[in-house]
């Protein structure tokens, strides 16, 4: 484990101006529970000023609709940390693109568009799809990186070749498809979520077609790749690098074991403790000794399994959405080789 985290991601709100259906915060969270103050996480900037962090998310929620934001922008503004923010799009207007650009460190922003007009409209909004669209010719034309975030389920899977290849003709950087158990951190009350026989078709429609954009963190990308070359298996269970290098906080202060999964177990807190202080604790050296001891297989028919090793990740956000890649691999009639 670091010393010090490497990056550090702020979810310093869960208020947003769209109730999308699928959204993982309106499962779990009290929209009414304490946030810390703004000078609090004013001098939590500061903090990762002088630990040296060089990267920070902000995301929410919607961090456009909270009143720190502003804040947010003037104390980053020419500070030795570059920042990126997650955002559904609608509120970016002239001043904001302007504000953002003026820091001198905004590094990319990552907007949320789920389909065309019709389909995202229905989930987002009406006039969601246009506002999306308009701010990322803003910030395109402001030379701020844009990306973009698709949510891939039921409703939509089966248009994403299109809508991929509408996304290869805007002028934005990348874009990256997420099936709602990877965008929605596997929350068991949604719907939507591809069956082992979506998922591969979706992964089929997908392949070989010419997309220039296409972040490698597709799921589609992502799982093919995992199909075709499956890991070694090894005494130690897989580790990914978030509960080591990167320090994830929400509203209230409670930092979640790994960064990029709200609804893991809560490690420390800065309400009262410094960054340092709340980073070394001993549930995240736990949950990193879990990892390199890996879980148990799920069955003794997993034994001889080629992709083994993928269940034997120690992950919250696994557990709530577990996936057989050899179910999978059957589907797709691949072998390990293919």
């Not at 709100?13 to 969270?29: M, Q, S, V």
């Not at 570059?82 to 955002?87: A, N, P, S």
């Not at 003709?169 to 069956?195: F, K, M």
């Not at 034994?303 to 691999?329: H, I, N």
Request: charge should be neutral.
């Amino acid at each position: 484990m670091l010393t010090r985290p490497f990056d550090a991601r702020f979810c310093f709100t869960y208020r947003c101006n769209l109730k999308c259906p699928f959204c993982y915060e309106r499962f779990a969270r009290n929209l009414a529970q304490e946030e810390l103050p703004l000078e609090r996480w004013l001098q939590l900037i500061r903090e990762l000023k002088q630990l040296a962090i060089l990267k920070l998310t902000l995301i929410g929620g919607e961090p456009f609709c909270h009143p720190y934001m502003e804040h947010f922008l003037d104390e980053l503004t020419n500070a030795p940390i570059r920042f990126d923010v997650g955002t559904n799009g609608t509120l970016l207007d002239d001043a904001w693109i302007r504000k953002l650009k003026q820091t001198n460190r905004c590094t990319a922003i990552t907007l949320s568009l789920d389909g065309f007009k019709d389909y995202h409209d229905s989930i987002r909004g009406n006039g969601t799809f246009e506002a999306v669209l308009n701010a990322i010719h803003k910030l395109c034309d402001a030379k701020i990186k844009t990306s973009v975030n698709v949510v891939v389920s039921q409703d939509n899977y089966t248009t994403m070749p299109d809508f991929a290849q509408f996304l290869e003709s805007l002028p934005i950087t990348a874009y990256t498809l997420y099936t709602r158990a990877d965008q929605a951190h596997g929350e068991n009350a949604l719907g939507g979520e591809l069956s082992i026989t979506e998922l591969a078709h979706f992964i089929q429609i997908m392949n070989n077609l010419n997309l220039r954009k296409i972040d490698k963190n597709s799921t589609n990308l992502k799982l093919l790749d995992s199909l075709r070359n499956p890991p070694e298996v090894t005494d130690e269970g897989p580790q990914c690098l978030a509960p080591k290098a990167t320090i994830g906080i929400l509203p209230n202060g409670d930092i979640p074991v790994c960064a990029s999964y709200d609804n893991a177990e809560i490690a420390g807190y800065v309400k009262t403790k410094s960054i340092a202080e709340a980073w070394n604790n001993d549930v995240t050296r736990d949950f990193i000794q879990q990892q390199i001891k890996g879980e148990p297989l799920p069955s003794q028919d997993c034994l001889d399994c080629v992709y083994r090793q993928f269940c034997r990740k120690s992950c919250p956000k696994l557990k709530k959405m577990p996936l057989c890649r050899r179910e999978l691999a059957k589907e797709l009639n691949l072998t390990s080789t293919d």
